[in-house]
């Protein structure tokens, strides 16, 4: 059974969450040396939120209430994944993936510091001291309200770093040539996250000495009083002694709670990042099951019309300046240009990692608007084959699985097929294993040419009609770009692709070559009659010639 302390009515909802803390072998052990006294370290937390909290206790039936603590950290895991492309600056993706990892320490923190504040409050009660002084209780709420303030104070003082250097890192090639400026930029920071650093240094070195102190002044207090109580009778020695110790190890336990104060305050700071995060509503969901799935549609048919496009995070830059082009299914398009030009912006809008700010993304013949289609679906048309081919370490046919949907399977025949077009003939050469050769910790086995060989042949698994090809060769030595741009001609075959290419010769032979420059198609055509113009198109190829 178990004892639950509830605050009064309570102005907000109040949510009760009961954890179970004693599953484990060294917590069982503690609680079966100390249950013999009537006590134990480790019981069942339980956490109020709402206006108060306290604990509750379970003596012999632990789990019968039981929200494990993993539940919600799997929910705000699964929000993350579900977030949008968009949603998050690149410094933030990164501060999230640190917070999940120290979120779980939190918790756990806070979970240690309730039951040792439990415990200290429970040999107070066996030695006959009584509960521990309201004041201690108010001090503790007061220090963890100063959580909000420090997580606002640390995003103040941190966040231009990140914010700012991604800011021109990312989708950006404008850095060079402004380092100094840069470097300006952030000493100016620096100087002025120096103040709040050192008066967070300050509080927090303070708070630490202040909790620290709180044994020695109960202990001052408590030899006071005793020689008081001995000098005028009040009390014999036996006695006081015994009021001491209570009063002594009590104090140990509140100093003891109050250095877990800034644990506690953690564990507060990560829940509402955590809440955060899962009440986040994406821009672009990708697993959004709304949205139309055509039966019949020509996927490969796809039309920009007059499309304008700045990113969520530097709208005072166009990317895109009403660019518009048509592209017909099963047409090889390359894409060239100066750098800065939105080459690799119109890869991410056909993926729909974003949506133009004006203008529209058609496809099919019937023209139907990108943004009412069913996301998941329209990437399982396409497939993507970028300049760093991430594999994973397990074998070369896990890796080529991972194309597939969850629960999808295909023959053996069509892999061997998708192996021919991308040319894996050297995985039974040299001892390999054929399909089921290692690949390594991301791919560390393989040389450049054969993971991107790999990548290709896990594009063509789903047989997608549209295939996106970002700078697949660019990393490669001469050798290994023949071979891999053999394989890419082969994957090309029968598809709409998107090529973009700084090494004009790869895409030479693709039927419509778009020239992007400031945000815009300045030219459009094959090879030869975008030479015969004699603009920025052959501009590129006698540089490249040099």
């Known amino acids: 059974m178990g004892s639950l302390c509830c605050p009064a009515a309570a102005p907000s909802p109040v949510i009760v969450h009961i954890y179970d803390v004693t599953g484990t072998a060294p917590m069982k052990v503690v609680n079966g040396v100390l249950r013999p006294l009537g006590t134990g370290a480790f019981h069942a937390a339980v956490e109020v939120h709402g206006t108060e909290w306290s604990y509750g206790q379970t003596f012999g039936g632990h789990g019968i209430f039981e929200n494990p603590p993993g539940e919600c950290e799997q929910h705000s895991y699964r929000e993350s994944i579900h977030m949008g492309y968009t949603d998050l600056t690149p410094f933030q993706v990164q501060m999230l993936i640190a917070d999940m990892a120290k979120r779980w320490r939190g918790r756990q923190y806070d979970l240690l510091n309730k039951n040792c504040t439990h415990f200290a409050d429970e040999l107070c009660q066996l030695l006959g001291v009584g509960e521990l002084p309201s004041w201690v209780t108010n001090l503790a709420g007061a220090a963890s309200r100063v959580g909000p303030g420090l997580r606002e104070l640390r995003e103040r003082l941190f ?9 021109r890192e990312k989708n950006s090639e404008e850095v060079l040539g402004v380092e100094k400026g840069l470097v300006g930029m952030y000493v100016g920071w620096v100087e002025k996250s120096l103040v709040g650093m050192w008066r967070r240094n300050i509080l927090a070195g303070l708070g630490f000495g202040v909790s620290n102190g709180i044994m020695f002044f109960i202990m001052a207090g408590g030899f006071y009083i005793a020689s008081i109580l001995i000098k005028e009778g009040v009390a014999d020695f036996q006695g006081v002694m015994m009021a001491f110790m209570g009063i002594f190890y009590a104090g140990m336990g509140a100093g003891q709670a ?14 509402h990042d955590m809440f955060q995060l899962m009440d986040r509503v994406s821009a672009i969901d990708g697993l959004e099951p709304t949205g139309e799935t055509p039966k019949q ?4 048919q796809i039309e920009f019309r007059d499309v304008k496009f700045f990113y969520p995070f530097r709208p005072e ?27 690799s912006t119109v890869m991410s809008l056909i993926q729909r990692f974003y949506d133009p700010q004006e203008g529209q993304v058609f496809i099919g013949n019937d023209k139907i608007a990108l943004n009412t289609v069913n996301i998941r679906w329209w990437r399982r048309q396409i497939g993507f084959v970028g300049q760093e081919p991430i594999l994973f370490n397990t074998s070369v046919r896990a890796n080529i699985m991972y194309g597939l949907d969850d629960g999808e399977t295909v023959s053996d025949e069509y892999i061997s097929q998708c192996e021919k077009m991308s040319n894996l003939a050297f995985l039974y050469k040299n001892g390999n294993k054929g399909l089921e050769t290692e690949v390594g910790p991301r791919g560390s086995r393989l040389s450049g040419g054969q993971k991107q060989r790999v990548a290709i042949c ?3 698994i789903r047989n997608p009609p549209v295939m996106l090809l970002d700078e697949a060769t660019s990393a490669l030595d001469t050798q290994s770009e023949a071979i891999v741009q053999k394989a890419l001609e082969a994957a090309r075959e029968g598809r709409t692709s998107f090529a973009i290419a700084h090494r004009l010769s790869t895409i030479q032979g693709c039927d419509v070559i778009l020239v992007n420059a400031d945000g815009r198609v300045v030219e459009k055509g094959n090879h030869d009659e975008l030479m015969a113009m004699k603009g920025v198109y052959y501009k590129l190829q006698m540089q490249a010639q040099k």
């Open 159 to 167: 966040n231009p770093f990140g914010f700012n250097r991604e800011d």
């Open 258 to 271: 109050a250095v877990m104060v800034g644990d506690a305050t953690k564990a507060k700071v990560a829940c």
């Open 297 to 300: 549609l020509e996927a490969g």
């Open 317 to 343: 830059v166009q990317v895109l300046k009403g660019i518009s082009f048509s592209i017909s299914a099963g047409q090889s398009v390359g894409l060239v240009g100066p750098s800065g030009g939105g080459k």
């Open 458 to 460: 896990r594009a063509l």
